[in-house]
């Protein structure tokens, strides 16, 4: 079992930055950065591989966001920097299904190919 845990979610101004964490138990072979606003399709945002660190970002967060990987105290982190307001979303770290080894194009951000969810954090950018 894989039990995962957001934190680090809140109030930020158009321009800020916050840092996410995702506090992973159990194995998994990668972790995925997901977020959904209010009457939208989850979103992939970004992943890492503990393959071979690979890391993926949607062209939306590209060169905004980081994640990053602490395995000493297992935990994923998301670094957000000048997020705007379309960043505004429920933000959720996930374990994908099977053990990844290597991801091909966009496949890391296919919602049905992770089956252990966290329990969100919200991130609200607004002025």
């Known amino acids: 079992q894989v039990q995962l845990v957001e934190s680090g979610g809140g109030l930020v101004q158009p321009g800020g930055s916050l840092r996410l964490s995702c506090a992973v138990s159990?194995?998994?072979?990668?972790i995925g950065w997901f977020r959904q606003a209010p009457g939208k399709e989850r979103e992939g945002v970004s992943c890492?591989?503990?393959?071979?660190?690979?890391?993926f970002y949607s062209d939306s967060v590209k060169g905004r966001f980081t994640i990053s990987r602490d395995d000493t105290k297992n935990v994923v982190y998301l670094q957000m920097n000048n997020l705007q307001p379309e960043d505004t979303a429920v933000y959720y770290c996930?374990?994908?299904?099977?053990?990844?080894?290597?991801?091909?194009?966009?496949?890391?951000?296919?919602?049905?190919?992770?089956?252990?969810w966290g329990q969100g954090t919200q991130v609200t950018v607004s002025s």
């Open positions: 159990g194995f998994t072979s990668a």
């Open positions: 996930a374990s994908p299904k099977a053990i990844w080894v290597k991801v091909y194009g966009s496949e890391w951000s296919d919602p049905s190919l992770y089956n252990s």
């Open positions: 890492i591989m503990k393959s071979d660190d690979s890391t």
